[in-house]
């Protein structure tokens, strides 16, 4: 019983110190949560918005617009510029959550109310998919139970700092969060003054390495590891470099990819790329000055 008690009064404390920060994101039942950053700033995940404005609702029930500061949608992460009013902002935890810490989470449902759940820190250094198929690296995994429309809530601790913000369901009783590290406050820090965060791309549709094999195979050149160009956008930079479609490519700055992560990982780092290539059964290498995707 006196585990219970303790949780029960972490919970009240966790709301009250908490739930005031805590916004609902859109209209109606909503699309998600986020959380006030600081006077007329409020985070939460890009998936959750639609357009350059969206309604906000806060915990006192007043409802303003938001417009969009900046977004970084690879990182599944935007920043919104509203009226915050007297809204109390989050506080950050010091350091890296531990695999078997006690985590609360606190979000608001469509009709304005708190909700509160609880579990434990289950991993760190996860991985899922951004909205435009990006892996984001370094997630934490938590067991609090979250309803639909949580993301962009806060993961807490017991005295009422951020670990993470709510981001991925698992299902299974698993759940995603980006953690609240100095990289993420500092990406948030950007957003907040209207930098938003654009990836930089190449312009083309990949198929994975096994089709590429497989489809070589079937035209009787030799199978090679890499990603098969199938489609380049019309003035993309591996358009103007001139890849072209059937082009194979099987490393980037001298690292061999046969998979879209390696070559994100390479582009991530650099602002051009030397791609080497397979066209037909010739081997060429092509820079390609890289563009910020929008």
């Not at 989050?90 to 909700?115: H, K, L, N, P």
């Not at 807490?156 to 698993?174: E, H």
């Amino acid at each position: 019983m006196a585990i219970l008690d303790e949780l029960s009064s972490a919970a009240s404390r966790v709301v009250a110190d908490v739930g005031p920060a805590v916004v609902r994101i859109g209209r109606g039942g909503g699309r998600g949560c986020g959380v006030v950053l600081s006077e007329g700033l409020v985070a939460t995940n890009a998936h959750n918005l639609r357009g350059e404005e969206t309604l906000v609702t806060f915990a006192d029930g007043r409802q303003a617009l938001g417009t969009v500061a900046a977004t970084d949608v690879d990182g599944d992460l935007a920043v919104l510029r509203v009226d915050t009013g007297s809204s109390p902002t989050i506080a950050w935890a010091d350091g890296a959550s531990q695999v078997g810490s006690v985590v609360f989470v606190v979000t608001r449902s469509g009709a304005g109310g708190e909700r509160v759940s609880f579990g434990m820190v289950s991993g760190t250094e996860r991985a899922f998919r951004g909205p435009r198929g990006r892996r984001i690296k370094g997630s934490l995994e938590h067991t609090a139970p979250l309803p639909r429309g949580s993301s962009g809530s806060p993961v807490v601790t017991a005295d009422g700092t951020v670990v993470g913000i709510n981001t991925n369901r698992l299902g299974d009783g698993f759940y995603l969060a980006l953690p609240a590290d100095a990289e993420l406050r500092s990406r948030l820090s950007a957003l907040s003054t209207g930098e938003s965060r654009n990836r930089p791309r190449l312009g083309v549709g990949l198929a994975p390495a096994h089709v590429a094999r497989a489809l070589r195979r079937s035209v009787g050149l030799p199978e090679r590891d890499g990603l098969l160009v199938r489609v380049v956008e019309e003035g993309s930079p591996a358009a103007t470099a001139g890849l072209s479609e059937g082009d194979l490519i099987v490393a980037v700055n001298g690292t061999a990819v046969t998979t879209a992560d390696d070559l994100f990982d390479v582009m991530d780092t650099a602002d051009e790329v030397r791609v080497s290539v397979v066209r037909g059964t010739d081997e060429l290498e092509i820079t390609v000055p890289l563009s910020a995707g929008g």
